[in-house]
């Protein structure tokens, strides 16, 4: 399954910049990887994996703006048309895992 985080944050103060790059922080130390400018995407094994991860999401989101979170299997996911722009070196298409030490 991949879980894709959309946001949409305010970043016209200091405050509120600071609370889109920590969010943003963490959902780069949390394994999502950039689709495009502010969307997010992270592989998960399963729907209990997804749920827990949503939580965490929730749970590090900003008091501000709109965040979103769809969870899709690996079937729908890699029926995604991309119409403009070539698939990036960071996209990950498969689900082999990879452990690097």
């Keep these: 399954m991949r879980v894709m985080v959309f946001f949409d944050l305010p970043t016209t103060t ?7 790059a920590k969010f943003r922080k963490f959902l780069l ?10 969307v997010y ?18 749970s590090h989101a900003p008091s501000d ?9 690996e079937k729908q996911f890699s029926k995604m048309d991309i119409i403009i722009g070539d698939k990036g070196k960071e996209h990950i298409d498969s689900t082999d895992r990879i452990v690097l030490l």
Excluded: D, P, R, W
Excluded at 29 to 38: I, P, V
């Design 41 to 58: 995407c992270k592989l998960v094994l399963n729907h209990s994996s997804s749920y827990l991860l949503s939580q965490k999401v929730k």
């Design 29 to 38: 130390k949390n394994g999502f990887y950039m689709l495009q400018e502010s």
């Design 14 to 20: 200091k405050k509120e910049l600071n609370a889109y």
């Design 65 to 73: 703006g709109l965040i979103m979170l769809l969870s899709v299997t």
